[in-house]
């Protein structure tokens, strides 16, 4: 059974960076992709990023630019680096193992997810 925990949220002003981190554990195979994910503040979960099969990384267009999804398989980690914050990605953070044929859906349980608050 795979369990994804992340960390590495916090408050940081607009124009800042931050890097989440996403740790795997359980039976995670290399192949598995891992996407990122956020819920505003009474909103849906919203896709952000996530990884592909050639090493490259696919972006919501809210994020891209700003955002780079990066993964160590060897030590089943996948890291998001956040720069130039704006106060719209304060959210909730998650990851998971994204479904094959919907993006928005995740194939294992929901972690705690990661807060990250932009003031401005």
């Known amino acids: 059974q795979v369990q994804l925990v992340e960390s590495g949220g916090g408050l940081v002003q607009a124009g800042g960076s931050l890097t989440l981190t996403c740790k795997a554990s359980?039976?995670?195979?290399?192949?598995?992709?891992i996407a990122w994910y956020r819920q505003l503040p009474e909103k849906q979960r919203e896709f952000v990023a996530r990884?592909?099969?050639?090493?490259?990384?696919l972006y919501a267009d809210s994020v891209r630019r700003r955002f780079t999804l990066s993964r160590d398989s060897a030590k089943k980690v996948v890291s998001l680096q956040m720069s130039n914050l704006k106060p719209e990605d304060t959210a909730v953070y998650y990851c998971?193992?994204?479904?094959?044929?919907?993006?928005?859906?995740?194939?294992?349980?929901w972690g705690q997810g990661t807060q990250v608050t932009v003031s401005s």
């Open positions: 990884s592909a099969r050639d090493g490259s990384a």
């Open positions: 359980g039976n995670i195979v290399s192949d598995n992709a």
């Open positions: 998971n193992i994204p479904s094959p044929t919907n993006w928005n859906h995740g194939l294992v349980s």
